[in-house]
């Protein structure tokens, strides 16, 4: 399910990569996109070629459905063009899917890895179920203390698994600093980059060597696909496609199409998003409801000037917190919106609202992050779409009297 990158595209702006990205004419044939290939069977001329099949274990090859065909292989490649560096792509059948199939390429029985503590709740999830059953040692370290991470590390730790923004609580973290002191210390670093996306924090050039993404999220854009996806450069690129053989990871041909028309507007979805999050972010920081607001771009939020000297963009997902007030005031509030769906996922074009809890999943991080006050605590993660800003503000701003009590 891989390909390695065409190289012609790389100098150009992203945008402009977006729309030729895996567009190769051997898998477009005289059209724009490549067909959906169905198949599992791939039919060889005669018994010489068919022996010949397995030895040659390569990108952009037929032998069996299990290695996908063109369809696969260009959504693959057009990931590889977005991201400096790679050497190409695997893709998994889920976000989690392509976690574990990093986790399961870097770990042995006896390895200790190290994982943020404001991951995504399924990896941590991974790290206290499969890994540790597998002998593995999961340890979660506070990304914003330098100094304990690198005492975190011990002879046997192999990998580092980072994630920024964090999950729900959304603080940036200095992610080259992190990927530097995991290289010096020996271990391969891996990022969830799923919410800047390669177009807002390039991994590989700041330093990390595995970038990994849901693109069940911003490249699927429309919230009707699971996929996943880890780019590398060539050595560890190798092992990780290796990995996904043995572990038998395959997409469907049809959600890699969906995906590959999904990618050729991420970078517009993108921006609107991100434009439209810093207006609301920017409104609702000045509401006397509003404690804080855990959004990445907004002036003041923590981790934005990180943000802003690594990253080149953003999305719509971000946080705030309740001045006060209950789990049910809160409740109400996200009951009372009409223009947000009340759903897990984000990334889709529309507008998605859910109440969080993070102290739940962390074991040495506060919430709610400093400066707060104790009763600050109830939060809601927002998912800004491609609906109009002033649209949502005037929604949120009804329901803001449903937690008022009014
Ligand atoms: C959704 C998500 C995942 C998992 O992706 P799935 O396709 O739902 O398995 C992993 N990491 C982050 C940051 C996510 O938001």
């Known amino acids: 399910m891989t390909v390695n990158s065409s190289k012609r595209l790389e100098d150009l702006e992203a945008a402009t990569?977006?729309?030729?990205?895996?567009?190769?004419?051997?898998?477009?044939?005289?059209?724009?996109?490549?067909?959906?290939?169905?198949?599992?069977?791939?039919?060889?001329?005669?018994?010489?070629a068919l022996a010949q099949g397995p030895r040659t274990n390569e990108d952009g090859r037929f032998f069996y459905g299990r290695r996908g065909a063109p369809t696969q292989w260009a959504l693959a490649d057009a990931l590889t063009a977005l991201e400096p560096g790679?050497?190409?792509?695997?893709?998994?059948?889920?976000?989690?899917?392509?976690?574990?199939?990093?986790?399961?390429?870097?770990?042995?029985p006896g390895d200790v890895v190290l994982i943020t503590d404001n991951?995504?709740?399924?990896?941590?999830?991974?790290?206290?179920?499969?890994?540790?059953?597998?002998?593995?040692?999961?340890?979660?370290?506070?990304?914003?203390?330098?100094?304990?991470?690198?005492?975190?590390?011990?002879?046997?730790?192999?990998a580092v698994l980072l994630e920024a923004p964090g999950s729900l609580s959304m603080e940036v973290c200095d992610l080259p600093a992190l990927a530097r002191i995991a290289r010096e210390k020996g271990a391969v670093s891996v990022l969830d980059n799923t919410w800047a996306s390669p177009l807002g924090f390039a991994?590989?050039?700041?330093?990390?060597?595995v970038v990994l993404m849901a693109l069940t999220k911003h490249v699927g854009g429309?919230?009707?696909?699971?996929?996943?996806?880890?780019?590398?450069?060539?050595?560890?690129?190798?092992?990780?496609?290796?990995?996904?053989?043995?572990?038998?990871n395959v997409v469907s041909p049809d959600d890699a199409a969906l995906a590959l028309r999904g990618l050729r507007t991420l970078h517009l979805r993108l921006a609107h998003e991100a434009q439209s999050a810093l207006e609301i972010a920017t409104w609702l920081s000045k509401r006397p409801e509003v404690a804080q607001v855990l959004c990445p771009m907004l002036p003041g939020a923590p981790g934005?000037?990180?943000?802003?000297?690594?990253?080149?963009?953003?999305?719509?997902?971000?946080?705030?917190?309740?001045?006060?007030?209950?789990?049910?005031?809160?409740?109400?509030?996200?009951?009372?919106?009409?223009?947000?769906?009340?759903?897990?996922?984000?990334?889709?074009?529309?507008?998605?609202?859910?109440?969080?809890?993070?102290?739940?999943?962390?074991?040495?991080?506060?919430?709610?992050?400093?400066?707060?006050?104790?009763?600050?605590?109830?939060?809601?993660?927002?998912?800004?779409?491609?609906?109009?800003?002033?649209?949502?503000?005037?929604?949120?701003?009804?329901?803001?009297?449903?937690?008022?009590?009014?």
């Open 203 to 209: 991994g590989l050039s700041h330093g990390i060597d």
């Open 86 to 108: 790679a050497a190409g792509t695997v893709l998994y059948p889920s976000g989690v899917a392509a976690i574990a199939g990093v986790m399961l390429t870097l770990l042995r």
């Open 222 to 248: 429309h919230s009707d696909l699971m996929m996943g996806s880890a780019s590398a450069g060539p050595e560890l690129y190798a092992k990780l496609r290796g990995r996904a053989q043995q572990l038998g």
């Open 17 to 48: 990569r977006i729309v030729g990205a895996g567009r190769r004419s051997e898998w477009t044939g005289p059209v724009v996109n490549p067909p959906v290939w169905r198949a599992s069977t791939h039919l060889y001329e005669n018994t010489a």
């Open 119 to 158: 991951a995504y709740d399924p990896t941590r999830s991974m790290g206290k179920g499969l890994l540790t059953d597998m002998g593995i040692e999961p340890r979660f370290f506070d990304p914003l203390d330098l100094d304990a991470y690198e005492a975190a590390f011990c002879d046997r730790t192999r």
């Open 304 to 406: 934005h000037d990180l943000w802003k000297r690594d990253f080149t963009g953003g999305c719509g997902l971000f946080s705030f917190t309740f001045r006060g007030g209950d789990a049910a005031a809160r409740n109400r509030f996200i009951d009372a919106l009409t223009l947000f769906g009340i759903g897990y996922s984000w990334g889709g074009f529309e507008s998605l609202a859910i109440p969080i809890e993070p102290s739940a999943y962390r074991s040495n991080m506060a919430w709610p992050p400093a400066p707060a006050a104790e009763g600050d605590r109830h939060g809601v993660r927002l998912a800004i779409g491609l609906e109009a800003p002033g649209d949502l503000i005037a929604d949120i701003e009804q329901a803001l009297e449903a937690w008022r009590g009014q």
